[in-house]
């Protein structure tokens, strides 16, 4: 089967070369890459190789990048990732092996591994949302989920794609349009880099709160107030951690005491 890989992108110079390089390397032969470029202010136009299909918008969100994307692809099976994701190269064989074998209209992967998992930044914002320190999924996530990854392009046509109005959450419209969620691809390994500076979080935080809620406008300021109280609580405990090791050093050092 033909697949096309579609990667909305918005302001990515910092990462969208590397995410292509890895696709470039993969060993599904039967694939196109699609680029669309969500109306970058920044260098991200200038980092695209030729050997990439291009198409630009002005800047109306992802979910509008994607269907876009999808309405020049060529494959019969599409495949969305994001421009800071990086791929095993098996990647792309292993997502879309259900949908081959009939066993599945589209599939996610759940073996999503944190790619700057060496940075402050991208560790606490782990720690913020429960998840282990390197991985971007628990160990408990179900084997199914609302968010394709990859999908026949015949069901992506069926429903008219995302919503483009949904803003954070239009890649879980295809999944409610459908009324069906995506099953999980065994070994399609991949990388996704958290934000890496506090402006990075900020921003990111910024647009994840631009979103629906349970419970309306009480919800939502639950949604924004709980990771601010557990940063607070993480930071406590590193400023706490800090000063016993610290007085631990000075009273080996000065007094020679190696108990507690």
Same mark, same amino acid.
């Given at each position: 089967?033909?697949?096309?890989?579609?990667?909305?992108?918005?302001?990515?110079?910092?990462?969208?070369?590397?995410?292509?390089?890895?696709?470039?390397?993969?060993?599904?032969?039967?694939?196109?890459?699609?680029?669309?470029?969500?109306?970058?202010?920044?260098?991200?136009?200038?980092?695209?190789?030729?050997?990439?299909?291009?198409?630009?918008?002005?800047?109306?969100?992802?979910?509008?990048?994607?269907?876009?994307? /999808?309405?020049? =692809? $060529? &494959?019969?099976?599409?495949?969305?990732?994001?421009? #800071?994701?990086?791929? *095993?190269?098996?990647?792309?064989?292993?997502?879309?092996?259900?949908?081959?074998?009939?066993?599945?209209?589209?599939?996610?992967?759940?073996?999503?591994?944190?790619?700057?998992?060496?940075?402050?930044?991208?560790?606490?914002?782990?720690?913020?949302?429960?998840?282990?320190?390197?991985?971007?999924?628990?160990?408990?996530?179900?084997?199914?989920?609302?968010?394709?990854?990859?999908?026949?392009?015949?069901?992506?046509?069926?429903?008219?794609?995302?919503?483009?109005?949904?803003?954070?959450?239009?890649?879980?419209?295809?999944?409610?349009?459908?009324?069906?969620? /995506?099953?999980? =691809? $065994? &070994?399609?390994?991949?990388?996704?880099?958290?934000? #890496?500076?506090?402006? *990075?979080?900020?921003?990111?935080?910024?647009?994840?709160?631009?979103?629906?809620?349970?419970?309306?406008?009480?919800?939502?300021?639950?949604?924004?107030?709980?990771?601010?109280?557990?940063?607070?609580?993480?930071?406590?405990?590193?400023?706490?951690?800090?000063?016993?090791?610290?007085?631990?050093?000075?009273?080996?050092?000065?007094?020679?005491?190696?108990?507690?």
């Amino acid at each position: 089967m033909k697949v096309s890989v579609i990667v909305p992108t918005y302001n990515e110079a910092g990462v969208i070369g590397e995410c292509l390089e890895s696709l470039a390397k993969k060993t599904y032969k039967s694939m196109e890459i699609i680029v669309v470029d969500d109306g970058s202010t920044d260098q991200t136009p200038e980092k695209i190789p030729n050997t990439v299909d291009v198409y630009k918008q002005n800047h109306k969100g992802a979910g509008a990048a994607r269907n876009l994307g /999808a309405k020049h =692809a $060529k &494959g019969e099976v599409l495949v969305f990732v994001d421009a #800071d994701m990086i791929f *095993d190269k098996d990647f792309i064989k292993n997502l879309i092996a259900p949908i081959e074998n009939g066993e599945a209209i589209g599939t996610f992967s759940k073996e999503e591994y944190l790619a700057n998992k060496d940075n402050l930044w991208a560790v606490c914002w782990n720690i913020n949302r429960g998840l282990p320190r390197d991985r971007m999924h628990p160990t408990t996530y179900p084997d199914h989920q609302p968010v394709y990854r990859a999908i026949l392009k015949s069901k992506f046509n069926e429903v008219g794609g995302f919503d483009e109005k949904a803003g954070y959450t239009d890649d879980w419209s295809l999944s409610k349009r459908l009324g069906v969620e /995506a099953v999980v =691809a $065994k &070994g399609a390994i991949f990388y996704h880099k958290n934000p #890496d500076s506090l402006k *990075d979080v900020f921003v990111q935080a910024k647009w994840m709160a631009k979103r629906a809620y349970k419970f309306g406008i009480f919800g939502g300021l639950i949604k924004a107030w709980l990771p601010i109280r557990l940063s607070l609580g993480f930071m406590l405990f590193k400023l706490v951690y800090g000063l016993g090791a610290t007085m631990g050093v000075l009273e080996y050092f000065i007094f020679g005491k190696v108990a507690k």
